[in-house]
Nanobody, 123 residues
Framework: VQLQASGGGLVQAGGSLRLSCAASGRPFSSYALGWFRQAPGKEREFVSTVNWSGHSTYYADSVKGRFTISRDNAKNTVYPQMNSLKVEDTAVYYC?????????????????WGEGTQVTVSI
């Protein structure tokens, strides 16, 4: 499985970005996906996750109410929409796919990871 994240960039605080993660090499619609991020000098942390159908989602408290995650199984793509961005959202964002089990906030259960896309939020 290959995961390709895109959509990152530089945005002012209060702005929005829509990331995407396209999957190839394996049927996409059966698996949960997650997003994680890692800021400089910090450990990787959970951001959001969505189940196979897109009907169930879960968010970190730090992004709840500002970020939403959706997926289009026909396009093998998941879309995190990030609104009301804050400087502390600055990080490299990674998408991950879980091949066994339901959606989860635990990074260790995800088998496949994309390379990440940089999001920088300026004052």
């Amino acid at each position: 499985v290959q995961l390709q994240a895109s959509g990152g960039g530089l945005v002012q605080a209060g702005g929005s970005l829509r990331l995407s993660c396209a999957a190839s090499g394996r049927p996409f619609s059966s698996y949960a996906l997650g997003w994680f991020r890692q800021a400089p000098g910090k450990e990787r942390e959970f951001v959001s996750t969505v189940n196979w159908s897109g009907h169930s989602t879960y968010y970190a408290d730090s992004v709840k109410g500002r970020f939403t995650i959706s997926r289009d199984n026909a396009k093998n793509t998941v879309y995190p929409q990030m609104n009301s961005l804050k400087v502390e959202d600055t990080a490299v964002y990674y998408c991950a796919l879980r091949t066994a089990g339901d959606y989860s906030s635990a990074a260790r259960v995800y088998a496949y990871w994309g390379e990440g896309t940089q999001v920088t939020v300026s004052i």
